[in-house]
């Protein structure tokens, strides 16, 4: 039988990774951290803290400011200085919580022993209570809150927990590296999770990361958790987007608009799964994380993965990896795929935070655009069946209905398109920018009904 991947589209970049060997390193504390209050899918946090107040390592200093949100802890101990805006990666200012590091004490509850915790607990509310009282969430980009997505809605059952171990995106090895260090704290989340979904798990890994493939089995095999593989997945970009690892290890396909629970799946990161171990067996809130600080054509010295904790300036975690190397031209936060360019390196880091990038300019610049040469490379390359030519041409035109008919909505803004077209014509740029307002007008429909919906009922009952 081959290796596992999904069933259409998909390119091949060099996987350039250059920091696989790298271990992971503890990254120093700086004397202030800045801890965004946005560092989630849905609504920003709301602060509980004020200039003035102590805090300690892992004490709640901000508040779900929705159903889809999250608790933010302080990752130092020290002085609250400011609660105010301030720039985020792309320049929009965010409300963070500024705090003065003074030494490193931690909330006493936290279990900071390296005791493996292999008991998995039998109650399911209080597994789902706990990860959402440690602000556990996706780790894999979405950073969706981990307690949203292990609860299925009413008439939707999990068949089938997968958990991604791919890191098919070029140069960041920080999820092969857990697996390599941490196996054992993964695959205990990964068990706590089932207990909560009642499903079986596949931890799924590209076939170019053979020592995670031997970690991770070693550990399932030791643990001995029911129902739980490891499956070997072909490399193939982007073999880790959510509905291309349903369609390659279920061979189910999520239609437009649907969601992976429809058809049964549930998918979280290895990074969100060390997270759950830590919250649920040791109490430990979503503070830290791992990323890999590497580039093309720099040294082997400034190339790293570091456990950091949210909070600290980019600025820092550049000096402390050795400055940024002359042959930079633009740093990305994220792999070179989907990652966004890192237009401020006083932005700070956040939960979701993967790598910081090198990237020169021979990387980075654009060739010349030129004509269509309707060749359909990039329909071929693209992993939603989309038609990026066509939608490109749509989106010139401003044909919004068109746009939406054609599913410009369901774009996952991997790059395949723009990485194919032989003429570099910027069609992720041009459909990016078309899904934002085929979006725009979808949800302004869906509260025009809501709105229509509440006047006929509030009608209805003024009648009686």
Not at 35 to 57: C, E, I, N
Not at 367 to 382: H, L, Q, S, W, Y
Not at 415 to 444: E, F, N, T, W
Request: include cysteine; charge should be neutral; hydrophobic fraction near 40%.
């Amino acid at each position: 039988m081959g290796k596992l991947t999904f069933s259409m589209g998909g390119v091949h970049p060099n996987d350039s990774k250059y920091a696989r060997e790298c271990a992971i390193e503890e990254l120093p504390l700086p004397q202030t951290v800045y801890v965004s209050m946005a560092q989630h899918l849905g609504a920003p946090a709301k602060p509980l803290v004020a200039p003035g107040d102590k805090v300690l390592v892992g004490q709640v200093i901000a508040e779900p400011g929705g159903f889809i949100s999250a608790f933010v802890h302080s990752p130092v101990s020290g002085t609250v200085k400011a609660v105010a805006p301030r720039k985020d990666l792309a320049g929009n200012p965010v409300m963070h919580v500024e705090i003065a590091v003074e030494g490193d004490e931690w909330d006493p509850a936290i279990d900071r022993s390296k005791e493996l915790v292999t008991a998995i607990p039998d109650d399911k509310a209080a597994i789902l209570d706990k990860i959402k009282a440690c602000g556990v969430v996706g780790l894999g980009g979405a950073t969706f809150p981990t307690h949203v997505k292990l609860s299925p809605p009413p008439g939707k059952v999990a068949e089938c927990l997968i958990l991604n171990g791919t890191e098919c995106e070029p140069y960041l090895t920080s999820d092969h590296r857990i697996m390599i260090e941490r196996p054992k704290e993964i695959v205990i989340g990964a068990a706590i999770m089932q207990k909560v979904l009642g499903c079986p798990c596949v931890i799924g890994i590209e076939e170019n990361k053979p020592e995670a493939i031997a970690s991770m089995r070693a550990a399932v095999a030791e643990l001995g958790y029911p129902n739980m593989e490891v499956k070997v997945l072909k490399k193939r970009y982007p073999q880790g987007g959510e509905k291309q690892l349903i369609d390659a290890v279920m061979h189910r396909q999520v239609k437009s608009g649907g969601l992976p629970i429809d058809v049964g799946a549930v998918v979280q990161n290895v990074a969100t799964s060390l997270a759950v171990y830590e919250a649920v067996q040791k109490n430990k809130p979503l503070i830290t994380n791992v990323l890999t600080v590497t580039g093309n054509k720099i040294p082997g010295n400034l190339q790293h993965n570091y456990l950091f904790r949210i909070g600290v300036p980019l600025s820092f975690v550049v000096e402390q990896a050795g400055g940024v190397p002359d042959t930079a031209a633009k740093l990305i936060s994220g792999g070179p795929m989907m990652g966004k360019a890192i237009s401020n390196l006083d932005a700070t880091t956040v939960k979701g935070s993967s790598s910081v990038l090198y990237l020169s300019d021979e990387d980075t610049r654009r060739k010349p655009e030129t004509n269509c040469i309707r060749c359909g490379k990039c329909a071929d390359a693209c992993p939603m069946g989309l038609e990026p030519f066509l939608l490109n041409r749509l989106y010139k035109a401003g044909d919004l209905d068109a746009l939406e008919a054609n599913a410009a909505q369901d774009c996952i803004e991997c790059g395949c398109c723009l990485y194919s077209c032989p003429a570099c014509i910027p069609l992720l740029d041009h459909i990016r920018q078309a899904k934002g307002q085929v979006m725009g007008v979808i949800r302004a429909r869906a509260a025009a009904a809501k709105a229509a919906a509440e006047a006929a009922k509030a009608a209805a009952e003024a009648k009686k």
